[in-house]
C-alpha cells in the first residue's frame, strides 16, 4: 500500500473526529471513484477502520489500530522525527 499510503492517511484524519457517513467521507476528501473505494477497502482490510452500518446508512469508524497507525506514522522511521512523513509536510 505505499503508493496509496497518502490516501488512507487521509481518510484516518477525516474519521479522527469519530464515526462518518461514507456518503460525507466521499464528498470530504480528495479522492474520487475508484481511488476511495480502493482506500476505503484497504483500511479495512488492515483493520485501521471498520464498516458500521445503521438505519440502512453506511458508516466509517476509526479502530484502535487506526489511531495507533495514525499517531505513529505509517513509516517506521516517523517516530524519530525524520524522513517522508505527515510530521514533515510531505506525502508518498
Do not use: N
Amino acid at each position: 500500500m505505499r503508493g496509496g499510503m497518502w490516501m488512507a492517511y487521509a481518510l484516518l484524519k477525516e474519521l479522527e473526529g469519530g464515526r462518518r457517513k461514507t456518503s460525507e467521507l466521499r464528498q470530504s476528501t480528495p479522492l474520487y471513484g475508484t481511488a476511495f473505494d480502493w482506500a476505503v477497502t484497504g483500511l479495512l482490510s488492515m483493520g485501521l477502520a471498520k464498516r458500521v452500518i445503521e438505519g440502512g446508512e453506511e458508516y466509517l469508524e476509526m479502530t484502535d489500530a487506526g489511531r495507533s497507525w495514525l499517531s505513529t506514522g505509517p513509516w517506521p522511521w516517523a517516530q524519530w522525527g525524520y524522513g517522508w512523513g505527515p510530521r514533515h509536510g510531505r506525502c508518498w
